[in-house]
């Protein structure tokens, strides 16, 4: 996920596993510029509040970048990961971490992320977790919620991570469905970062 446009300087295409299995080993990541995973506080943070459905989860990345949230949630336990990246160069380097760590149950798409979810079938693979970071200022959100749900790619109690600018923090309430609950929200500098649960006992009006 490609967030603004500074330069990343020479040596800092890394980035720490957490927790779990891999815990400690250090990920390569694409030298693309404005690329930066998500910082190890707030994934520390995501993933204590996930800890408890992690384990055996089927998971979707939809706009992979460094894959850091992926390899956090293989490292603790996930069943499954697709990582979806309209980068080459981006989903290359994942494939390449991926086969370091002798990963095999991780599926690599390189795609842009909304015309992967338009293109999904009738019957869909479902996932359990799903994580959104999109790159920021690009009006990629509202349509890849709804489009989750059109798609019918979530399983009935899942759990949405959303990674935003804090100024579109304002308005998140606003845009998704109906049967999404916050879960858990917080604020870390200019990032808003969210996480709601999938009600599917929730009745229309």
């Known amino acids: 996920m490609v967030r603004k446009s500074a330069k990343a300087k020479t040596g800092e295409h890394r980035l720490r596993?957490?927790?779990?299995?891999?815990?400690?080993?250090?990920?390569?990541?694409?030298?693309?510029d404005g690329l930066r995973p998500t910082g190890d506080r707030i994934r520390e943070t995501l993933f204590n509040w996930l800890m408890a459905v992690t384990p055996g989860a089927h998971c979707l990345d939809l706009f992979a970048g460094s894959g850091a949230l992926s390899f956090e949630a293989l490292s603790r336990g996930a069943e499954s990961v697709t990582l979806i990246d309209q980068s080459a160069k981006v989903t290359n380097a994942i494939k390449t971490q991926l086969n370091l760590l002798n990963c095999?149950?991780?599926?690599?798409?390189?795609?842009?992320?909304l015309?992967?979810?338009?293109?999904?079938?009738?019957?869909?693979?479902?996932?359990?977790?799903?994580?959104?970071?999109?790159?920021?200022?690009?009006?990629?959100?509202?349509?890849?919620?709804?489009?989750?749900?059109?798609?019918?790619?979530?399983?009935?109690?899942a759990m949405?991570?959303?990674?935003?600018?804090?100024?579109?923090?304002?308005?998140?309430?606003?845009i998704p469905p109906p049967n999404w609950v916050l879960h858990r929200l917080k604020i870390t500098g200019q990032v808003s970062y969210s996480l709601y649960k999938r009600e599917s006992d929730i009745s229309a009006p």
């Open 160 to 174: 949405i991570y959303i990674e935003s600018e804090v100024e579109l923090d304002t308005g998140l309430e606003n």
């Open 104 to 113: 095999n149950n991780a599926k690599i798409i390189n795609q842009n992320g």
């Open 17 to 32: 596993i957490i927790g779990g299995e891999w815990r400690g080993r250090r990920i390569e990541f694409a030298a693309v």
């Open 115 to 157: 015309k992967w979810l338009e293109q999904q079938p009738a019957d869909p693979q479902q996932f359990d977790i799903v994580f959104l970071d999109p790159p920021f200022h690009k009006n990629l959100l509202q349509q890849s919620l709804l489009l989750l749900e059109e798609k019918k790619l979530l399983k009935p109690d």
